[in-house]
């Protein structure tokens, strides 16, 4: 059986016949040989029209498109290996100044804090996590204490990363559910869950499932009880991968960040609304005594001795580069006029779609350009937001649908995400079909197996 599947080929044009190697190309094995750069290039963008259109891709966060001369200066760069400081000293020093407008963009009063570029927002939370690991442990020995049942206090609300976080590095996640209408955590219930061997607690600002902000001025302040009571000192990590981009522009006067002294840490995704492709996050601790010494690493591998505190040592300087072109191209008020259209996008919708009885609009653009629907209660037996998003497959439009995290896992929605890019007349032409497909639902009722 084994042999069979080496000796599958993959369909060739006729039209490719001389340029491809004699016998077709195999699937799943290398060829024997070279063939001409143009005729690999061709075969590989005819199985390529299969993916769907990023534009119309309403489920991923992540950017799609970007300027011409981005798109240049990626190609440019994207040999440098941003981990080879000696090679590559000015698209490191690239890096650091993207670090510190992130800090300077996130509240830092001093200006003194340490951090850096990532593959994404998923491995700069693991070194979040880590930070926080290594300095409870660090500080449980020198007060002889044992180290051996680290927990970590989480919000249900959290991305992927962060259950994947405590099972990789033996944490317990101590979980706090989101609860209706606020689709968040209640700070006052944090005491309840922390200890002496709590790491940290994690903050959301903008949840993958309903883009909700957790209260996390309210969670600092109750974390600040807890140690005039107790004496437990407990860090706070604000997973900031959606909103890290959005609410420093569009709400600055939302205290959520490095203004809090019990925010020691922030991870944020550049490929989302840092409109960058993938993919690049960012990591910043508000103090260096932030970062465990134990966490940084010495090489010399590369030519030059350095320091490294990242889980990748080989990685393209192109995102960084592309993120660094964004912060000039745009500014402050550039990316404030984008999210903000983006967001009015969003809000647009919105108000269009609560005039449709059959749905709810739990998140309206409130604070990120993200749009959530639920199935009204009374109409939960007609159609479900599963068979909608297969209606909407119909018509080009992806949109993610899944239950809410547990405690509220009887709700099940649909998520648009408005991107740079989406304009008024694109979610007119969503609206439209969104209209139509309701329609066609509601006068057909199906359940589906979801």
């Known amino acids: 059986m084994q042999s069979n599947r080496w000796a599958e080929s993959v369909d060739v044009n006729p039209l490719y016949c001389g340029l491809v190697p004699e016998g077709g190309v195999p699937r799943f094995k290398l060829p024997d040989g070279p063939m001409p750069p143009d005729a690999a290039a061709a075969l590989i963008r005819d199985e390529l029209i299969l993916d769907g259109n990023a534009r119309l891709n309403m489920a991923t966060f992540c950017t799609t498109w970007m300027e011409p001369q981005a798109r240049a200066l990626i190609a440019d760069t994207l040999d440098r290996n941003i981990v080879d400081y000696d090679q590559y000293p000015q698209t490191v020093e690239l890096e650091a100044r993207c670090v510190n407008i992130l800090d300077n963009l996130w509240g830092d009063p001093d200006g003194i804090s340490v951090g850096c570029s990532t593959g994404g927002s998923s491995e700069a939370a693991m070194m979040g996590g880590l930070a926080m690991k290594f300095r409870w442990r660090e500080r449980r020995r020198e007060q002889g204490l044992p180290v051996d049942r680290p927990n970590l206090v989480l919000p249900t609300a959290v991305h ?4 994947k976080f405590c099972q990789y590095w033996d944490v317990e996640p101590r979980w706090m559910p989101i609860e209706e209408p606020s689709y968040t955590l209640d700070p ?7 200890d002496e061997n709590t790491i940290g607690v994690i903050g959301v600002l903008g949840s993958t499932q309903v883009a909700k902000l957790d209260p996390i001025e309210r969670m600092a302040a109750e974390l600040d009880k807890l140690q005039q009571r107790t004496g437990i000192d407990i860090p706070l990590h604000v997973d900031a991968a959606i909103g890290g981009f959005v609410t420093p522009f569009l709400e600055p006067d939302t205290v959520w960040d490095f203004r809090l002294p019990r925010v020691q840490s922030i991870n944020t995704s550049g490929h989302k609304f840092g409109l960058v492709f993938p993919g690049v996050g960012w990591i910043v601790w508000q103090e260096p005594s932030a970062l465990p010494k ?3 690493m010495s090489c010399e591998l590369l030519g030059g001795s350095i320091e490294t505190f990242t889980l990748n040592f080989s990685r393209s300087g192109a995102p960084v580069i592309a993120q660094y072109y964004n912060f000039l191209r745009l500014g402050f008020n550039g990316y404030r006029a984008v999210h903000q259209a983006c967001l009015d996008v969003a809000r647009h919708l919105a108000e269009q779609l609560a005039d449709i009885d059959s749905v709810q609009v739990i998140s309206a653009g409130e604070h990120l350009p993200v ?24 018509r080009g439009w992806q949109a993610p649908t899944y239950t809410l995290p547990p405690n509220l896992e009887h709700i099940s929605v649909i998520r648009f995400v408005i991107r740079n890019g989406f304009s008024r007349d694109v979610a007119e032409m969503l609206l439209s079909d969104l209209r139509r497909e309701i329609g066609i639902l509601e006068a057909t009722p199906k359940r589906s197996e979801g």
Do not use: G, K, Q
């Open 294 to 296: 134990d966490l940084v």
């Open 188 to 194: 006052s219930r944090l005491s309840e869950l922390c």
């Open 160 to 163: 992927t990363c962060w259950p």
């Open 371 to 394: 749009l959530a629907l639920r199935i009204h209660p009374d109409y939960e037996n007609t159609y479900t937001v599963f068979d909608l998003s297969n209606r909407l497959r119909t």
